[in-house]
């Protein structure tokens, strides 16, 4: 049974479950909202007006920059800046961490409908922490302020920062080990901390309270307040300048714009549900269990709707707050779908239904531990969202449109974070932040690339080696791209990196680490996961004696010691001058059949040291001459035989004509709807609905849109997914399987999916036709 719109407003209230608000808002008469503007504003002054808010919202963010010291803020750009209309409705957002968007637009309607009440006035900002309002984990802390023009909200800008360390049991506030919220750092939900333009004291007192570093947590407080000042004064000089009513006319223009942009893409997509599954592993400290995820985008006319039924329910701490959920699905529509808004597609926000599962683990209630949201629940869903929006895309009808598919980006923020006492005698908190150098997925046309930083955060930036070791007791030895961990396929994704430090001259505790087995970066259209990310600790070390050798380790091979094996959320680690930590970060994702890719590709990554020469023959199938160059004959020959030992897998027979099958032309039905570059969906003269195969035109599934089904399938092991991956059962008690699915008639790789082997295999794509 439905629930009316007061029954949704009620269970949807920010205090037992998520806040999600509906229109209209329930806003007290007390607070006057400034809604006129022209209907019309000639084009140069709209451009000019347009280009000015963009400018705001820039400048919004260098204040932060420049004033701000939490390294994750400084070196990463881990916080957000935005502008909203009175009625707090994004109208754009900055090119700094996206998944923020969709916290900052909830923080501030709940404080229109649930503080108005008490006033909001001239020189008010609010601050606020809470999960279960506006905060994808407890350090992301919220400040926003409204722009008053003749007493009344005109509209808003905000900003949410990551805080170093806010509280919790866990020196950095990733509590890996809370069993629930009351182990957390301190939920805040809105106060007015700052009132008629003066922070109250009493109130800062109170939020700094729980920090380890509260200096640092009030500096950056007032770096969010500067933000926002900064960006009230330009408006309001806007607003003397050209006048509110012009300027609010901007203001809705731009929201116009992003809702045609969304609409155009809208047109050339089917109607139709596309579905990703991906398993969390380890709910919290000591756990060894597995625990499903899923995301489904259903399109229905110029309306997506995003669902997240079947997910499990929320465990542990590996839960991600709805409007982190929320927020990584507006990153993969405002980067991938909409780039060319620059962070104004407000206007395609109302096009946009989210219908999250309560209690779940990406819609949490109230009670679960969400503080390592941030390492291990927030990154999945942006993830998973990126999946779903390319795989929807890859179905468009428009090539232009077709080719921003872009395969997934690392599912968790692989990070080590100690702490201890520096070389200066001082505590600290030391977040590594290499993950930000980063990795990009294959796209339909061209491989990844390791060192370009991440979508998803457009601003950021990789730290500075020396600024590391002058602020922590360490030293780094090397740091380098991961050698063959990105996703193989077609076109492959991009490497992820690999480090190694020491202590040095402190008192070093690893609190936070990376450790997981369970591959959760998946490949599109048959290309492989991403790879996972990993912590090795060699204790009493022989780097002593090499130093003395004048030798730097440039690998963890070249040093001995005792490894001690890391396990997922493990507990934290002293250590000594003498233990060596490495650690890195995880790759992404390849699209496509790596016995797809051109020959001459897998030379210049052998070339270049992106794959090993061993990787270019097992994994890719390439023949090399004894002077380096690709050796034709032999490559044909060897993927033919690689291609018929896939039948072989699969307990079938390769066809006779499987290089014949495989050498002929295509011609997909002008009538078809191609999904990639692999598949196409087609209903036949009897309008039974079939998927067909692109490379050899032969039917997969007929009268079901469930290719998997009807494919050849090979249940392998998790290290087949790719060579850094080990035999899980080192981190969980459930058996998990790497499946791979391919084409019954020329042995192409179709699909590949991690599951458990009892379970279903997800249904990727239902196409109306």
Known sequence: MEKTLAQLKEFWNGKEHAYIPFKPLNISPIVKLHKEYDEEVDPITFEVIRHSLWGVNQEHGKVIENLAVSPITLETRDFQTSLHTEEGDIILFGPYLQYFSGAMDLIIQYILEHRGEAGINEGDMFLQNDPWIGAPHQPDVGVCAPVVWEGKIFCWVSNVMHQNDIGGIMPGSFCQ?????????????????????????????????????????ALDLRAAIAGCHASQTRIVEMLKKYGPNKVKAAMRKMMNAGEAAFMDCMR???????????????????????????????????????????????????????????????????????????????GAIPHLQFDPTPGTLTCPDYGAAVSPAGIYANELAISMANSIISKMIMSSTDTNLRKLALCPTPSQWHINIHYGTNQRGEYYVGPMLENMIGTTGATLNRDGSFANGLWWVPEGKGPNIEACERDWPILYLYRNEHQDSAGSGRFRGG????????????????????????????????????????????????ISRLFSEGKMPASIAEIQGQEVLTNGKGMPIDLSETDIVEWNWGSSSGYGDELDRDPELVRMDVAD??????????????????TGYVDEEATKANRLEMRKNRFEQCQEKAPDNLEARLSQNVDIPIDAVQVGDYLFVHKNSSQTINVSCSCCREVISKGTQDFKASSLIYEGTIQEAGKHFVDIDRYVDQAMSFFQYFCPNCGTRVATEVKRPQDEHSREFEISL
């Open 609 to 626: 040291r992106i794959i090993s020469q061993e990787a270019a023959e097992q994994t890719y199938g390439v023949k090399f001459t004894s």
């Open 495 to 542: 490497n992820g990196g690999i480090l190694a430090y020491i202590p040095y001259k402190g008192q070093v505790t690893l609190g936070t680490h990376s450790s997981e087995g369970i591959p959760k970066t998946v490949g599109l259209q048959g290309g492989l996961p991403g790879s996972r990310g990993d912590t090795r600790i060699i204790k009493n070390s022989n």
């Open 177 to 217: 080990n809370a069993p629930d919220v009351f182990s957390d750092p301190p939920s805040f939900p809105p106060m007015k901390i700052v009132k008629e333009g003066k922070i109250d004291p009493e109130l800062e007192a109170i939020y700094l309270r729980a920090s380890r570093t509260p200096n640092n947590l």
């Open 268 to 346: 050339s997509i089917p109607d139709g549900t596309w579905s990703e599954r991906v398993y969390q592993e380890v709910a919290l400290t000591g756990d060894r269990g597995v625990y499903k995820v899923e995301l489904s985008v259903t399109k229905k006319g110029d309306t997506l709707i995003f669902k997240n039924e079947g997910t499990d329910p929320q465990v542990g701490a590996i839960n991600a707050p709805f409007c982190g959920w929320r927020g990584t699905i507006l990153s993969a529509l405002n980067v991938i779908l909409l780039p060319d808004q620059m962070g104004a597609i407000g």
